[in-house]
């Protein structure tokens, strides 16, 4: 399922990241990597800020349905 969908306040693995392999790397060099822990911690109109890697990142709906948990 996207990251979209998580509840907020729980630790997600990500599946898969998809997209063009510009977006996949952008999103990797925030933190989102193939096996890595997201937390959700808030959603606002499908926008989700998670904390990853130890930092709060700010993910758009666009970008955030294309990481899969």
Do not use: W
């Amino acid at each position: 399922m996207p990251l979209t969908l998580a509840q907020t306040g729980t630790s997600c693995v990500i599946k898969k990241i998809g997209g063009n392999p510009q977006t996949r790397k952008f999103l990797e060099s925030l933190g989102f990597v193939v096996g890595g822990t997201v937390t959700i911690v808030s959603e606002v109109g499908g926008n989700v800020i998670v904390s990853v890697k130890d930092s709060r990142v700010a993910v758009s709906k666009e970008m955030a349905i294309k990481i899969m948990i």
